[in-house]
């Protein structure tokens, strides 16, 4: 081989060495078929379900013409799933987590077949609809902690940071396209395609569940597992507390979702269509802060990580609420999802090393409690002070708040910043 050839091949290896460290590391989808199974069936039911999501919003809105009767589809699936959240922890960490994830998966095959036999036989009734998305927040609040608890034991440590990428991956690509992908079917052939394309598509996740090995949680202690001892063990351990606190200064103080219908009105003179755009900015940067999440690799502080994700978060919003250009706006927004996603991998990944496996369905369970609740509060939070003040007060105040906040809490636990994942210490 000529000296030409090897600096050739030489140039060829540090470029594919240069996207390795800018995008996604794959090596949990090529180490392990059970994980690749259960990542490939995971993307296919979020799509289904966010498709579901707003043919259920859709078809109240058809039956009722409400806004109202439509924002309580929202209330009917937050109510169980922070009901359920933390007992749905606690059964991951009593029963076989395979085959929890198998029953509370084929529940909502059941429920979307429910609602497509419904459609089909031309039943309408608001009533029903509700009944339908409650029972499927129950199923997935089971569903949530059994899946995120099987992980840690699909793969190596050294992996999980690159395993939640690529499952925050899942969730926002199902969040983005799901809707779109809802809408479109419900025009063409009506609210019965999409519920029926959702049951089939949990098939996937059921298959995926169904090649996994036997899931029993590591028991060390008591054979019962306990909502309080779950919330007591996170009380003990700063590090494993600190990643909801710093989460909760994002989601309740730094949170302007809802304002955007009156900002796009009263700030850019915009639509419905205006709406639409911001509040797909921060998904389009959740999915990069996914997609680009190749670097995070070589982080071995992820307390510090954390910190400086919502720190920028914060700075972001504050700053979105200042602009009056909508497309710098809309960058601002992008750049708060994409800080959001760092902050999520990294305290996920602290979740799944630092505890221990009889605790991991429980702390998952808390993790629903926080993302269902933390934005719904911020939402309230927002829309209180915009009404007493203005939204430009509200959002700015709140993004500057966060800022404080999370630097209070830097102060507050010195251990969090200096945590490494090297020697993981909950």
């Given at each position: ?181 809802g809408g479109l079917l419900v025009g063409v ?180 409690v926080v993302v269902a609740g933390g934005p ?39 251990g969090f910043r200096r945590y490494d994942a ?5």
């Amino acid at each position: 081989m000529s000296a030409t050839q090897e600096e050739e091949q030489e140039h060829e290896r540090e470029r594919e060495q240069s996207r390795r460290r800018l995008f996604a590391d794959l090596t949990p989808l090529r180490t392990s078929p059970h994980y690749r199974r259960l990542w490939f069936g995971n993307t296919v039911s979020w799509v289904g379900q966010g498709m579901t999501s707003l043919a259920v919003s859709l078809q109240v809105y058809d039956i009722t013409h409400s806004p109202f009767a439509v924002g309580l589809v929202g209330l009917f699936s937050l109510v169980p799933l922070i009901v359920f959240g933390l007992y749905g922890g606690a059964i991951a960490d009593t029963v076989d987590r395979r085959k929890l994830g198998l029953a509370s998966a084929t529940g909502s095959a059941v429920l979307s077949a429910a609602l497509a036999t419904a459609a089909f036989a031309g039943f309408e009734r608001v009533w029903f609809l509700y009944g339908i998305v409650a029972l499927q927040a129950v199923c997935a609040a089971l569903n949530s902690p059994a899946r995120s608890s099987m992980i840690p034991r699909l793969l190596p440590a050294e992996q999980l940071r690159a395993a939640n990428a690529l499952n925050s991956m899942t969730t926002t690509f199902g969040m983005l396209v799901g809707p779109s992908l809802g809408g479109l079917l419900v025009g063409v052939g009506g609210f019965q395609t999409a519920y029926s394309i959702d049951a089939v598509a949990f098939f996937a996740a059921l298959y995926a569940m169904w090649r996994l090995p036997a899931m029993l949680p590591e028991r060390t202690g008591a054979k019962r597992a306990s909502v309080l001892d779950g919330l007591r063990f996170l009380a003990t351990r700063p590090n494993l507390r600190m990643t909801f606190l710093s989460d909760f200064c994002a989601m309740i103080l730094a949170h302007p979702r809802a304002l955007f219908p009156a900002i796009a009105v009263l700030w850019y003179g915009g639509d419905a269509r205006t709406t639409g755009l911001l509040v797909a900015a921060p998904a389009v940067g959740a999915l990069l802060g996914s997609v680009l999440s190749g670097w995070q690799g070589r982080i071995r502080h992820h307390g510090q990580a954390i910190l400086i994700a919502v720190g920028c978060w914060g700075t972001a919003v504050a700053v979105f609420g200042l602009t009056r250009n909508l497309w710098l706006g809309l960058l601002l927004l992008a750049l708060a999802g994409y800080s959001d996603t760092v902050s999520m991998i990294f305290r996920n990944t602290m979740m799944q090393v630092a505890a221990p496996d009889e605790m991991r369905g429980r702390l998952q369970g808390v993790f629903i409690v926080v993302v269902a609740g933390g934005p719904r509060l911020g939402d309230f939070l927002a829309g209180s002070v915009a009404d007493l003040t203005s939204p430009a007060v509200a959002i700015t105040g709140g993004g500057i708040a966060c800022v404080l906040a999370i630097g209070l809490l830097a102060l507050y636990a010195p251990g969090f910043r200096r945590y490494d994942a090297v020697n993981p210490s909950a």
